[in-house]
């Protein structure tokens, strides 16, 4: 098995580069779960339901109720109101980026003309029609009175009036909602959680993926440019000398890498498990594979893509051209429902959607091999084309 | 019936490198213009020739990284572009460091000995021959990165010739490294050579050359135009004739150049020192010193010695001696 010595003999060239270079071996196995914990924290709260907008409100009303709904959206978690004096104010803060949206109480809560006027800066769309519903959120649990009255204002016209025993009882049952807020919004919809928080969230799942593939395609983009090393310091000179060649040494580097990639995935993984919960010890038998096909893709890509290069320089530049925009299509950096839909279309033509869609489906959604035979297929052959093009490359370097 | 005959003289090993009538062009520009060379066992042979001679190129043929447009290269009898075999008893020095910085020495040659297909079994023995070989056995478990030049440039030399090559080729093997490394190396090499190695060695360190190497050969053009043992070929080119050195204090201005050039002498790569070889040696350096301070030109020093190949390196590329 004389091949097989030869690569190990490479493995083990890389392990102990690595291991020596303590510096490269914290980034290569610290970074990874530490820049996951970053982005679950940073991209669940932006996704999820604990989104605290910070809201410029302006009560123009002067009314009893304005002031009521004011000082609810002061004491809400939900948002960070503060107080504005005036709707100039208001606007003024938002476009200064002082504040995420603005509301300005033009008119009593109750009246039947649009009371609220939300301010909003474009380049935040999304802060609009959150401020909107935590407003209608805020109203409904804290001035449900309010709410009623407004509705029967609204119905009074339509009805021909009400009588006087009509107002008479919807005032008590105003009076009663004031003093025992129901908290419900009288809305039509009603939630329901598809999965258990406790065994951790899609996002976390989601980003778990998307950061081990951006590390396992950064780090292998790294070990692969040593190929580039080995030519400019004649070590590929000398092996192509004799009767090795560089196929041990692409065999080796591809073998090493996908090491690394597997350790770098149980790090983030373990930090998913410990720190939210998710299930990947009771999904091993598919994490695994799944793990194996995503690493084998990163190494086979960066060893490819880097024996295109001629110089280190190229591939480096080519290596950060690629990790980022693999990344930012891919579904790393923003997630992919977030996406257009010719975006997320484009996604499938990068390792990491296919890698972040595998993990969702074995932890967050419990399919079977067949949610996900598709994907390790799809990250084995482009992986191992990779290693084809790098090995066809190293041969042409004999000339 | 005749006896058979017996002739004194040793036998003569096979050659382990035969290069014969290389022809090779880059691109439609010829760059090996039918290049013959024998290599035998327990043999240094050193390539001189200017940047673009075609040193490079040769290598590359006999570590059979290109295949001659025309004529061939054979090492112990194969094809080394074809029989990978054939590469088994080469070994290659090249001019970088060519190993693993973050390794030490031991982890590199072992690396290269497996690279080299030198047996599981046998690979402590080999590596430890290797280490003892280029003294480098002390250092053996320091990272390369740490090591000094001379010890680098002999780890370096200690990866090549772990599998036992019949042939070490050494490209620039002490370029950027201090005399007592330079001396070092030397030994290293010597002492490759009396195990019977046969080594090429490219080098622009001509003083080395001619110390070291037992055959040296001028490469001109893609054309080998000198070849021979280096006293022999110095004596042949310059017979009784000694080079008479002059070190001038100062640069000189045109009229001063003028009066150096009516003596003979011709400016050196350093604009101080002017060189002219004289059969008068000594003699003809008191007559030198004379006429020069009387014109001005007061020498700082003269020096009288015997050509070196270094001269002869000049003749052959200012194209003065005939190939």
Known sequence: MQPLWKIAAMVRVMALDLWRDRGALLMTFLLPPLVFLIFSSVFAGTTGDDIQLKLAVADMAHTPDSGRLAAALAASPEVRAERAPTAGEVRRRVKAGLADAGLVIRADPASAEKPFLIVADPARAVAAPLAQARVQQVLANALPDVTLRRTITQLEPALGGFTDEQIENADSAAALMRQTPTHDDGGFFEREAIKDARTGGGVIAYYAGAVMMLFALFSAMQGALGLMDEQSTGVADRLLAGTAGMGPVVSGKFLFLVGQGLVQALLIFATAQVVYGVAVVQHLALWLPTTLAASACAAGVALGLVSLCRTREQAQMLSTFVILVLAAIGGSMVPRFLMPPWLQAAGWLTPHAWTIEAYQAILWRDAGIGGVYKAWCVLTVVGLFGLVVAHTLARRLRR | ?323
């Open chain 2, 1 to 323: 019936m005749t006896p058979p005959s017996v002739s004194s003289d040793p036998p003569v090993a096979a050659p382990v490198l035969t290069v014969s009538g290389a022809v090779h062009a880059y691109g439609g520009k010829p760059v090996l213009r039918g290049v013959d060379l024998v290599l035998h066992p327990g043999e240094i042979y050193a390539l001189l020739g200017p940047n673009g001679a075609g040193k490079t190129t040769l290598i590359r043929a006999i570590c059979g990284r290109i295949r001659p447009d025309e004529g061939v290269v054979l090492l112990k009898g194969l094809d080394p572009t074809r029989v990978a075999g054939a590469r088994s008893g080469l070994g290659l020095v090249p001019q970088e460091i060519a190993l693993y910085p973050n390794l030490t020495v031991v982890e590199n040659v072992q690396t290269f000995a497996a690279l080299a297909d030198v047996p599981r079994a046998g690979l402590p023995a080999a590596v430890r021959r290797a280490l003892e070989l280029t003294r480098t056995a002390d250092r053996a478990h320091v990272p390369i990165k740490h090591l000094s030049g001379g010890y680098k440039r002999r780890a370096n030399i200690a990866a090549a010739i772990v599998h036992e090559p019949g042939l070490l080729i050494l490209d620039e093997p002490t370029v950027g490294v201090d005399l007592d490394a330079r001396e070092a190396v030397d030994a290293v090499i010597r002492g490759l050579r009396d195990l019977g190695v046969a080594v090429l060695m490219t080098t622009h360190d001509l003083d080395q050359a001619g110390a070291l190497a037992d055959r040296v050969g001028f490469l001109r053009e893609g054309r080998l135009v000198l070849e021979g043992e280096p006293h022999a070929l110095i004596a042949e080119a310059f017979g009784e004739r000694m080079e008479v050195q002059v070190h001038l204090a100062h640069e000189v201005d045109a009229a001063g150049e003028g009066r150096l050039a009516a003596e003979g002498l011709e400016r050196t790569s350093r604009s101080t020192v002017w060189t002219r070889l004289d059969a008068d040696g000594y003699a003809a350096a008191a007559k030198l010193d004379k006429g020069l301070r009387e014109a001005g030109l007061t020498p700082h020093e003269i020096r009288v010695r015997e050509p070196s190949l270094a001269n002869l390196f000049s003749l052959v590329a200012d194209r003065k001696l005939a190939a």
